[in-house]
């Protein structure tokens, strides 16, 4: 007789590496030898109408170190080299806003990103953008964008951010339970959580978000339903949900490396998948509209994330501080990911340039399709009008598979994706990079 028992289909276990595409071309092929570049694009403006231009702050700050975290922050700074930093930033801020293709414009938003921005002082914050608006002028924004962790924040600290323009506060929840929260490495509490928000409703932003991971150490099925529940009642203006990655740099990954482990002890990514899936039917059923792979809104036509739909359209973005991220007329660069380096390099009058890359008109126009397949639709006229190409036939062939995997459709000439290949919507973005840029698929 023959054994007809069906063997499980293979889970996807997590492995390190970077899983969330955030730019192209990848920042792997970023390199030190095209600083000339950055200095290129600043010497003249735009010809014709400029894009919008956005400006981003990096606060590298923080309380605790996550185990998750791959991002340049400090956990042993001191006031005096605190004010420092933001002295830097400003002197940074200053020598670009007298660049000719800076001088004149105004930022359509603004972006605090860290790090942990609500780690400074009210009279920190006060001065720094009191500084920054007299040299860039945000009179002009449509979104004050600031990210915030609940233990931060106490309510003359988030009067302060309100006072200071802040419209769209995200607040970095995580989880919504204590021992998760603490074997991960966050630096707050429940508690502090429901403090926090009280204080930011009671100043009454124009939009709240709340993020939250699917699939830190040791989440578990029920926890990430309590998740679920908590969040709907606290009724954020919008949610976004992270799938967890593990990047090379993390403490989890040291963690992993010590021990021999090639698999992280986390969820692997089809838990990761269904349980995001879950969080946004629930969200769904309560009003909210699923607006991209990772965010769910109370109501579309009021809340809006202009930095990210921007900058994924083509906005040149202006980055200050150490190791932030910048576009500038086509081209990609990050600063030096020291704050020695970074303030040795004002000292001497240079722009703190690390790595850059120079993309050519195709680069851009495959960009700002992938990053616009993260929102789940994207319309072919628009790449007709902007780039004079056809996507659909461009990219026959990777939309013709991903279709028959049942991922998407084409529906009056726009690619919309399904909701199982949204949440799967990075993986997918690799078919469409140009072939010396395909480097190894992350499930």
Known sequence: MSDTTSTPPKKHATRAGNYFISNYPPFSFWSEDNAAAVEEAYSAPHEGTPPPLGLYHHIPFCRKRCHFCYFRVYTDKNADEIKHYLDCTVRELEMMARKPLIAGRKPQFVYFGGGTPSYLSPSQLTDLTDRMKALLPWN????????????????????????????????????FDDRILEINGRAHRTKEVFRAYERIRAEGFDQVNIDLIAGMLEETEENWQENIARTLELQPDSVTIYQMEVPYNTGIYKDMKASGSLVAPIADWETKRRWVKEAFAALEADGYTISSGYTAVKDPKRTKFIYRDSLWGGADLLGIGVASFSHAKGVHYQNLTEIDDYDKALDAGRMPTKRALKTTPEERMIREFILRMKLGRVDAAHFRD??????????????????????LNIEDSAIVLNRDGLLCVDNLLHDFFLPQHVTDKIV
């Open 140 to 175: 002009a924004a449509e979104e004050i964008a600031f990210e915030a962790e609940p233990g931060t924040l106490n309510p003359n600290k988030v009067k302060a951010i309100k006072d200071i323009g802040v419209t769209r506060l995200s607040l970095g929840i995580e989880n």
């Open 386 to 407: 902007k780039y004079d190409v056809d996507v659909l036939e461009r990219f026959a062939a990777p939309l013709a598979q991903i279709q028959s995997e049942g991922l």
